[in-house]
C-alpha cells in the first residue's frame, strides 16, 4: 500500500512508520524541517517536506494513495487548529475514493468514568476539550463517502518516552504538595506499548 504518515518522527509516528514499513508498504513521511529527511530517509520512507496547514499543497499529496493516517500533533494550544486544518483539506478530497483516513485521538476525550467502550459519552478535561469535536468530524465524513477509522490510544509507553516516562521523570517536591496534576480522577487507563 501506498501510505501518507504525518508525525512521521514523532514519539507515535515513528512507531507507527517502523510498522508500516515492516509490513511492506510504501510511505510518504511528511516532515516539517528538512534536518529530518535523513530519519524517515535512512529507514526507508520518502521524506515529504511541507506545511500541513496549507491545504493545497496537502490535497496535492493525496494521489494515488491507499491510507492517510494522521499521528502530527504540536501538543500545545494549536493542536485543535492543526487537526481543523488537515481535516478541512484531506476528507473533502477523499470522498468518494476508496483511501482510508485514520485519525489518532485518545482515550482522554472520555474523561473520568468506568468501564468506558467505543460508545461511551466524551466528558474530556479542558486540556484535550477540542478532540471530541475533531472525532465526531472524522467519524461523519462516512456520511459522504470517506473511509475513515479513528484509533484513541491509551496512555502510550516505551523507547524511553510516554506519559509513563514523563511522569516517573517529572518534578518532585519536598513536602506534601503534589508537584504533577495527572487529569481523569479515579479513571484507571492501560498502558499501551507504543509499538
Known sequence: ?????????????????????????????????????????????????????????????????DGFVHTASPNDATSAALDAAVLGAVLPALAGTPTVYVHTAGTWI????????????FLPPSIVAWRPAVVKRVRDAAHYGVHTVVVAPANLYGNHGGIPALIANGPRTHDDRPALLYPGGRQHMSNVYVD
Open 1 to 65: 500500500m501506498r501510505v501518507f504518515l504525518t508525525g512521521a518522527t514523532g514519539y507515535l509516528g515513528s512507531n507507527v512508520l517502523s510498522q508500516l514499513l515492516v509490513q511492506g508498504h510504501q510511505v510518504m513521511a511528511h516532515i516539517r524541517d528538512e534536518n529530518a529527511a535523513p530519519t524517515v530517509t535512512t529507514q526507508g520512507a520518502t521524506p515529504v517536506l511541507g506545511d500541513l496547514t496549507d491545504s493545497s499543497w496537502l490535497r496535492a499529496q493525496l494521489l494515488d494513495l
Open 110 to 121: 472520555h474523561g473520568n468514568g468506568h468501564n468506558i467502550t467505543e460508545d461511551s459519552p
